[in-house]
């Protein structure tokens, strides 16, 4: 069955744009996770869209505690359809459940100080490390240079799963 809903979680406005660009395309009303939670009925179906953090998915355990969350799409820097396997473990999903990565992008002037200091932590490791995949470059620019990744043509995925379910 289709959720009804979309909720998201958004640091710098990244996967709010995506959890709207999605909204406009399918119909279905957009919720941050705070209007959701005073908005939507408990248990509600939803696809929760949330920023990457360390390689899970933020506030996602937040979104399944209230919501009938049907399937999960991940904002991050590495490219679109990276790190599903760490989310699946992270989030403690299942094999089949739907879970869906977009790139996103940073925007150094948006991040907050606690956050500022996770982005620089995060460069200076990925700077270091040997032997880093494509992926890990493009990441690795992103964080030097900043950027912005949103694009339609990311959620391919996630719109064909919708049309099916
Ligand atoms: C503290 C911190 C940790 C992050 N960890 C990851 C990560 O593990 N993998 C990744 O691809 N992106 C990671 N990112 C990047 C964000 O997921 C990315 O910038 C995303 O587009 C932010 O979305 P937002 O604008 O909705 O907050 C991290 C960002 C921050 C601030």
């Known amino acids: 069955m289709k959720p009804k809903a979309i ?3 958004s640091n710098t ?3 709010e744009r995506y959890a709207k660009m999605f909204g406009e395309e399918t119909g279905m009303p957009v919720f941050s996770l705070n209007e959701a939670a005073e908005k939507l009925k408990k248990g509600e179906e939803a696809i929760y869209f949330g920023w990457l953090m360390a390689g899970t998915v933020a506030d996602y355990k937040k979104a399944a505690k209230l919501f009938d969350i049907k399937a999960v799409c991940g904002v991050c ?15 403690g999903l299942s094999y089949d ?3 869906f990565t977009v790139q996103g992008g940073m925007d150094h002037a948006k991040l907050n100080g ?9 460069t200076k490791f990925m700077s270091k490390k040997k032997n880093r995949t494509p992926d890990e470059d493009a990441m690795l620019e992103l964080l030097i240079k900043g950027g912005d990744y ?12 919708y049309e099916k379910v």
């Open 77 to 91: 820097l590495g490219t679109t359809g990276s790190q599903i396997e760490s989310v699946r473990k992270s989030c």
């Open 7 to 9: 909720v998201y979680s």
């Open 114 to 122: 606690g956050y500022g200091f996770g982005i620089k932590m995060l």
């Open 97 to 99: 459940f739907p879970i």
């Open 150 to 161: 949103v694009s339609k043509d990311n959620l391919k995925k996630v719109f064909e799963w």
């Open 13 to 15: 406005g990244f996967t």
